[in-house]
């Protein structure tokens, strides 16, 4: 796993309570390199979000993805921050390999989001694998 990861695995650790967490994603959100306007398109769009989710990806140098994305739900853009902190050092066919939901299990995501923010974290997941099936 990414460096990312791991420091974000041990911050969510050392932060008992789920609000603090929420407030972390959504910072974590706050913090993500804004996206073109123009990229929001209906082919970046993400189905299966309850939110507006917007994920761009497109090859780039050692068979990786270079991300771009946004949300118009703070923490869901945060769900997007913890997405990208997975792919964005891997390759594509790590991408494809990857268990993200073993991640996003330790994170706690599991147990403490919605259906509904689970399903769309499961449709960024699936996005950004076919992505990455695409530029291989």
């Not at 993400?46 to 991300?67: F, M, P, T, Y």
């Not at 066919?93 to 147990?111: H, M, N, P, Q, T």
Request: proline residues 4%; glycine residues 4%; contains cysteine.
């Amino acid at each position: 796993m990414s460096a990312p990861i791991e420091n974000l695995i041990a911050d969510f650790e050392l932060i008992d309570d789920w609000e603090d967490r929420y407030r972390h994603l959504i910072e974590l959100g706050r913090a993500l390199p804004a996206m073109e306007p123009a990229l929001k398109t209906p082919s970046t769009k993400v189905n299966g979000c309850a939110s507006q989710v917007w994920i761009h990806s497109r090859a780039a140098a050692e068979h990786k993805l270079d991300l771009q994305g946004d949300s118009d739900a703070l923490i869901v853009k945060g769900l997007i921050a913890v997405v990208f902190m997975l792919f964005a050092p891997m390759t594509a066919s790590e991408i494809i390999a990857a268990d993200a939901s073993a991640v996003f299990a330790r994170l706690g995501l599991k147990d403490h989001l919605t259906p509904q923010r689970s399903n769309g974290l499961a449709s960024m997941v699936a996005r950004i694998k076919a992505d990455a099936a695409a530029a291989i």
